[in-house]
């Protein structure tokens, strides 16, 4: 017997049933190939409608306007945080990095082995509790693209809207939230995401860029690191990462039939109003250390009262069957990731263990 339990997984990060289904049904025979998908050229037939599937599906479930690009590439966020700047960052110009925690503190950084980034005001002292107001925000006109990050995986923080960049290229690690609600892709130059927080599995990355920021991108840099590249071959430039996109592409078929973009977003929202009504609604048992507006509907954290409880709190979850629900090590606490695949009940269930939680140790 298959025992699942219930996975709050901060990335890699919990599949739909059905997705992990499917994939083992057809695990050794694709669609009657007598092969698996992965046994398959990425320049056949049967390959090649998964590929483009995938991204006419990312196309349609987001909106993504024709001025855009679809491109998917290996190496993660971070490969991203190193070939955003190759692209957009020239001599002579500089990025704004909207530093909001743990994650962004890495794209700055890799940022600055390739040219001129600065942390755009307001600076946050590393108190991660809350994303910049729209008002705080004092990006540098002239910036060669302003960085931000939508959803800070660690800290459970999220931006409830883009911020206004005005003229200048918004660029946007959405690695913990891409897809979990509807996004107005004309206002963002590039978008990046990681598969395994919403889409998929590890080895696949999402790339959403605008059609002339990627014409006006660097040139003079090895052709494997170019986005103009990889889109102008349609992300069949060398061999793609086949099996996580074949997976993404169930991911994606699965989000189309429980209503799209739209439809993550009620979900979402409703596990987020389950699990903050559990954290405020125990008689101080629990704390949310985000300020209300700036709570991720993502990555639940929060802290117990007597920290000391914190690993029994772990500890008693998991013997439940709840996991992956220990904050990141840089932080402490507990996180609750709640990302497409969780579902309200999921959610549900562990409020109900955090009620009982608080009644025995309140
Ligand atoms: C998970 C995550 C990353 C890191 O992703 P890798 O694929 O490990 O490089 C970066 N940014 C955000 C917002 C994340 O959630």
Redesign the pocket.
Known sequence: MTRRVINFNA?PAALPLTVLEQARDELLDFEGTGMSIMEHSHRGKAYEAVHFEAMALLRELLAIPDSHAVVLLQG????AFALVPLNLLRAGTRADYVVTGN?SE?AIEEARTVGDARAAPPDLARRYTRVPRPDELALDPAAAYAHI?T???VEGTQYAALPDAGAVPLVA?M??DFLSRPCDFSRVALAYA?A??NLGP?GV?VYVVRKDVMAAARTDIPNVFRLGVHAAHDSLYNTPPTFAIYLMRNVLRWVKAEGGAEGMARRNRAKAEALYAAVDGAAGCYRCPVEPASRSLMNGVFRLRDEALEDLFVKEAAAQGMVGIKGHRSVGGVRVSMYNAVSPEDVRTLAGFMADFARRHG
Do not use: I, L, V
């Open positions: 990335g993660g966020a971070h490969h994650w890495r990050t959803n800070n995986t690690d690695c913990s990681g395994q927080k590890a990355t």
